[in-house]
């Protein structure tokens, strides 16, 4: 009996398999090994950015299964988002066999990514800290608006990730624009801050990312603050082009006027729109003395349905920009009957909180 006993007991664990939906994939997860590293590893198109568990882009569905998390999930998830069963793959390592849920729609990008060569062929200022960077590829390249791109330069430890801010052509291209805010101690914005960089070769990994516009009827609520501008701007410029009739709302928050730009391109965009759109600029420190006739406060004090003009609980959110602007901003969408299904967003995030 002591001799069979050891040997059942040394038996070795069956792994355990993870099975991906709607894409019905399935693998084995190696012990220690996260959710996210494996599927993608096994050649899964599952959907990332920051790896470490900040960004938000990895979210996913726990349909059956456990697993034990890394780092805690309500570092990036709202509590209701938790409870839906939401989990984050590259902070999951699998406790038992599992089924998870992505985001399904037939529109879902589906592009190559590649690694490029690059050019900055110019360069202008928006604000005092957001620059628009124009570069051009060595060949074309295919994205959908809302997606980003990760950008290295040589000498520079890791890649950065910019959003395109234009929208996508038919059959790819060779030249795109991103909006870069000058961090302070951001390597790569001080770099390219510092002097007229037109001329400088990088090199451009992509695209990623899973914050795109989905298939719907439904309003639009559409809130950013910085250059979390870019990839709505790429998104609105795009469902214009493909004569997407939606009503939308736009809630776009800064500081002061001197943070506000793209503002012609949005009047444009209004007079264009095929249903209503409305764009509210919110300031948070503007100055009571100055001339500002427009909103005040922050931008999750107009996240309600006198300021968009339809019932928000029934419309699908996009939202982009800084971490601490969107997870205020969850809170008052799930407070306001939003469907966590349709709320999508994309946290911006600078190299200090990838690091930490």
């Given amino acids: 009996m002591k001799k069979l006993f050891g040997l059942f007991g040394s038996a070795k664990k069956a792994p355990l398999t993870a099975t991906i939906n709607p894409l019905g994939k399935s693998f084995e997860v190696p012990k220690n090994n996260t959710l996210l ?34 780092m805690d999930f309500s570092y990036t998830l709202s509590e209701n988002e938790i409870s839906e069963g939401y989990i984050l793959a590259c902070q999951s390592l699998l406790k038992t066999d599992v089924i998870v849920e992505l985001d399904a729609d037939e ?11 690059g050019t900055i062929t110019d360069t ?23 997606q980003f791109a990760d950008i290295g330069l040589e000498g520079f430890g890791r890649h950065r990730s910019y959003s395109f801010a234009s929208a996508p052509k ?6 795109l624009h991103f909006h870069v805010r000058n961090v302070p101690g951001g390597d790569y914005s001080q770099w390219l801050f510092e002097k007229d960089r037109k001329g ?28 979390g501008m870019a990839p709505l701007k790429a998104i609105l410029d795009d469902a214009l082009e493909n004569n997407i009739n939606r009503p939308i709302t736009y809630v776009f928050g800064a500081r002061a006027q001197r943070d506000l730009y793209c503002l012609e391109e949005m009047k444009a965009l209004a007079k264009k729109w095929p249903n209503t759109f409305t764009f509210v600029p919110v300031l948070s420190e503007e100055p009571d003395s100055s001339d500002w006739s427009g909103k005040r406060g922050f931008v999750t004090d107009f996240i ?26 969850l809170v008052k969408l799930e407070e306001a009957g939003v469907s966590l299904d349709n709320i999508h967003y994309d946290k911006f995030l600078d190299s200090r909180q990838l690091e930490n």
Avoid at 47 to 65: A, D, M, Q, S
Wanted: aromatic fraction near 8%; glycine fraction near 10%.
């Fill in 170 to 175: 038919s059959g790819g291209q060779t030249m």
């Fill in 37 to 70: 590293q494996t599927a993608l590893s096994e050649g899964v198109n599952f959907p990332f950015h920051c790896t470490v568990g900040t960004c938000g882009n990895c979210r996913c569905k726990l349909i059956e299964g456990d697993v034990k998390a890394i």
């Fill in 107 to 117: 529109n879902q990008p589906s592009h190559t990514v590649e690694t490029f060569s």
């Fill in 124 to 146: 202008h200022m928006h604000t005092h800290d957001i620059m628009e960077v124009t570069v051009e590829l060595d060949r074309p390249i295919s994205f959908s608006a809302g």
């Fill in 304 to 329: 309600n349905d006198e300021t968009t003009g339809f019932p928000i609980a029934d419309s699908h959110a996009y939202l982009c920009g800084p971490p601490v602007m969107i997870d205020a901003t």
């Fill in 200 to 227: 400088e070769k990088f090199e451009l990994h992509g695209p990623s990312g899973a914050f795109w516009l989905r298939t719907s009827d439904a309003p639009i609520l559409a809130v950013a603050g910085g250059s």
